[in-house]
């Protein structure tokens, strides 16, 4: 009696559509996109969508003839696909993460500013995330690095990707947006420009695309997104609010507006120098639709996390968690770019930091792979 060979599984685009894009999973950060090798996915961001499709002319909607050929290069760049938290885990820190780790594995949490006016200025939140990527690019670490823009000139507040390759690019595109930018389609540019070492920042479903990728061996554009840096995010918005809520509600026009930032409160400053405050949870109803199964607020598989929470506006919460992050944050340090001060120093941002990270663990679907989801249960009272 002849012994029944299992072949291996191949998992391809037809498994990534049915269990991530179509099943709830999908963050919409394009890393399949990037990694396809045969240009037959794209990219669907009008209406809310935010998401891959693919193209008709090869297999149809659900399915790819490459796919079929044994191709597997999206399921390996996707950072919600099956085990993804685990590999991820155990390809940069060396193991998997328990229930402890509520905001993932790390290394340091500092607060950190940038010593440049300049970048001070423009920058969000004491300006590290704009030090460091100028340091990095002036000083040999990085080729160039995809960040999100404001289309055009700006005034009409639409987010889109971007590839900067220098100080006046980190400064052009600097400050924070809080509809979405899948930061990761700027990608086809910067190869067009020759870059090797590519620097990617994203929140937390952008930033665990390159580990995904490096932990699955998806060749060259796993080596080349050689840095990651991660912004901590509860969630982002669908472009409509800009009418339907701040101009519907605030008189607020996208042209009318020169700066935002989120404490709390959706903050909006205005050209005319005029400030605004819209109540968080009357922007609950523009909830991005890939957010709402995100587990990551901590930004987990970034070299370097940051974020504008905590107790000093002016500082930014900075969360180190690989080696290669760490070295270059002491590059800076000892350069002058950047000073730092313990995260001990604020103990609420800490607090904050956990409480934020823990709520968004528990929206992972129960019916997804499991994964350590919420903070550790307390333990009951004993009886009296």
Request: proline share 5%; aromatic share 8%; with cysteine.
């Amino acid at each position: 009696m002849s012994e029944t060979i299992v072949k291996p599984e191949k998992p391809q685009w037809k498994e990534l559509f049915t269990e991530v894009v179509t099943g709830g999973l999908c963050t919409g950060c394009a890393g399949c996109i990037i990694a396809c090798p045969h240009d037959v996915l794209s990219y669907d961001d009008k209406d809310g969508n935010y998401k891959p499709f693919h193209l008709d002319i090869d297999g149809g909607r659900e399915d790819c003839t490459h796919g079929q050929k044994g191709c597997t290069m999206c399921t390996r760049a996707c950072p919600r696909f099956r085990t993804w938290e685990p590999e991820i885990d155990t390809h940069l820190f060396g193991r998997e993460r328990d229930d402890e780790d509520v905001f993932g594995l790390s290394l340091d949490i500092v607060l950190a500013r940038a010593t440049d006016p300049e970048l001070l200025d423009v920058g969000q939140d004491g300006g590290f995330v704009s030090a460091l990527l100028t340091f990095a690019l002036e000083n040999d670490v990085i080729d160039g690095a995809l960040v999100s823009s404001l289309e055009g000139d700006g005034t009409n507040w639409k987010a889109e990707p971007a590839y900067v390759t220098d100080r006046a690019g980190v400064m052009a595109t600097a400050g924070s947006r809080y509809t979405y930018s899948a930061n990761t389609l700027a990608y086809p540019k910067a190869i067009e420009a020759g870059a090797e070492r590519i620097a990617l920042v994203g929140m937390g479903c952008q930033a665990s695309a390159p580990g995904a990728m490096q932990a699955r061996k998806a060749g060259k554009i796993a080596r080349r997104l050689s840095l990651t840096i991660g912004l901590l995010c509860s969630k982002t918005f669908d472009d409509a609010i800009f009418e339907e809520l701040f101009e519907a509600k605030y008189g607020l026009t996208r042209q009318m507006i020169k700066k935002m930032n989120i404490k709390g409160v959706f903050q909006i400053w205005t050209h005319d120098g005029g400030y605004h405050e819209v109540p968080l949870k009357e922007a609950h109803a523009w909830t991005r639709e890939g957010c709402k199964s995100c587990p990551d607020f901590a930004a987990e598989h970034a070299d370097i996390s940051t974020g504008g929470i905590g107790s000093f506006s002016d500082w930014t919460l900075t969360i180190v968690r690989t080696e290669k992050g760490r070295a270059l944050l002491d590059q800076m340090i000892a350069a002058g770019a950047v000073e730092v001060r313990p995260g001990d120093d604020d103990p609420a941002g800490i607090a904050l930091l956990r409480r934020l990270a823990g709520v968004s663990r528990k929206r992972w679907p129960s019916t997804a792979v499991p994964m350590p989801g919420r903070l550790p249960t307390p333990p009951a009272p004993a009886a009296s």
